[in-house]
Structure formats: C-alpha cells, structure tokens
C-alpha cells in the first residue's frame, strides 16, 4: 500500500497553461505539505496544511493554490505556468505539526515547454 | 539565518570501504534534525530522526550521531544497495523543516 502516493508522475506542459496535482495520504496524518525540488536536488517547503488549515505559507507566488478538501488529500494547483516552475514536486505527511519525521510521496515532475 | 550543509557533494566508495557524510547546521531552536535517503525518480525516505546532542541512531550499516554543530552519518561496510542521495534536514522553530542539499553516494561493486 503507498502512503502518499502523488498524481500525475510526469506532467509535460506549455507555458501559460493551468495544471493541478493531486497527492493522497492513507496514514492517518494531520499535516501535509507541499515542497519544491530544483534542479539542483534542493528541496524547499511551499505550504503545510493541518488537518485541512493552511499553517505555512512560504514565499511561494500566488498562482499556486494549495487546496485541502479534507486531512488526507492536498491538491495544488498552479495558474499560468511559468518556464521557471519546471521541477520536482513533492507531497509529504507528518503525524504532528511541527515535529516528527514526514512521509514523502515519488513526485511529480513537471517540465514546461 | 537558518543553513543546513552537507559535505561532501558527491562520494564514490568501494564496497565495504566505510565512511561518513556530514551535516552541519546553524538554526535558532533546533527540534529534530533528520536523515532521509533519496533514490532517483523516488521521494525522500524516513532513516532517522535525532532530537539532541550525543544521541546516536542506528540502522543496519548506517549510524547517525548528533553534535551541538552538526550530524554524521556513518556507513560501515557500505553495499552497492546503499548508494543513493542522503539528504540531511533540520527542524527549528515552527513548523519548518529545512533540507541541505544531499550527498551524492556511489558504492562501486
């Protein structure tokens, strides 16, 4: 059974489009998150959600909207795709807020035409 | 400001040739500093967690200690199996948890 299984894998789109990707949790955890990973493996947070309520939001620009339904899905979706988007991204899951190892999903690797 | 680094970038070993990665941090208020294995085209996987200083963990052939300034992981008689990206994380304050940017390992059969 995949814990956090994120869809789609590979999104392969042109700049201007809207895209959403969906990840799943089936942990039972409160938190989910959202984290960007460059080219250069460096992986850095986005959002964090609890139990469906934003905690974090870093300085992320405002055409990505995380969207939290309930605690075990968290959807982002990203308006008007910019070259500059194109990387990995991640869905994670934690226990607790703020403390706790997270639970990471295989990404989902967007390329923007 | 809040920094996490691993050295070194990239480390090619010969089977059962050990070793140690590390991670140095600077972080007002650590909460945890965690060690994740990364495999290409995968998500980062859960290795440890250590909440303190002179606390060690340890996992089939990696063991990870913890000082007030950084971490080692330390990979005794390494397998090809092991090579991978391990990437280093640091949690402070609230909710954040802050990656270094990985340190490469190639175990050469």
């Known amino acids: 059974d995949t814990a956090v299984s994120q869809t789609p894998k590979y999104l392969v789109t042109q700049m201007g489009n809207d895209k959403s990707i969906k990840c799943e949790q089936n942990?039972?955890?409160?938190?989910m998150y959202w984290y960007k990973q460059d080219s250069k493996k460096f992986l850095k947070i986005m959002f964090s959600?609890?139990?469906?309520?934003?905690?974090i939001n870093e300085t992320v620009p405002n055409r990505f909207s995380p969207k939290s339904p309930d605690k075990a899905h968290l959807n982002l979706h990203i308006n008007s795709l910019e070259l500059g988007d194109s990387a990995v991204y991640f869905c994670a899951s934690s226990q607790l807020v703020g403390a706790g190892p997270q639970h990471f999903g295989d990404g989902t690797r967007l390329s923007i035409l | 400001e809040d920094q996490v680094t691993q050295s070194p970038e990239a480390l090619r070993l010969q089977e059962g040739e050990s070793s140690s990665l590390n991670c140095s941090y600077t972080?007002?208020?650590?909460?945890?500093l965690f060690w994740y294995r990364q495999d290409p085209g995968k998500g980062p996987e859960f290795l440890f967690t250590l909440y303190s200083a002179g606390e060690e963990k340890e996992k089939e052939r990696l063991k990870a200690t913890l000082t007030k300034k950084e971490s080692f992981l330390h990979i005794t008689a390494p397998k090809p199996e092991d090579s991978a990206t391990y990437l280093c994380?640091?949690?402070?304050?609230?909710?954040?948890?802050?990656f270094g940017t990985g340190t490469r390992l190639t175990v050469i059969p």
């Open positions: 972080v007002s208020g650590l909460r945890g």
């Open positions: 994380a640091v949690q402070a304050g609230a909710n954040n948890l802050f």
């Open positions: 959600y609890n139990n469906k309520e934003l905690i």
């Open positions: 942990l039972g955890h409160d938190t």
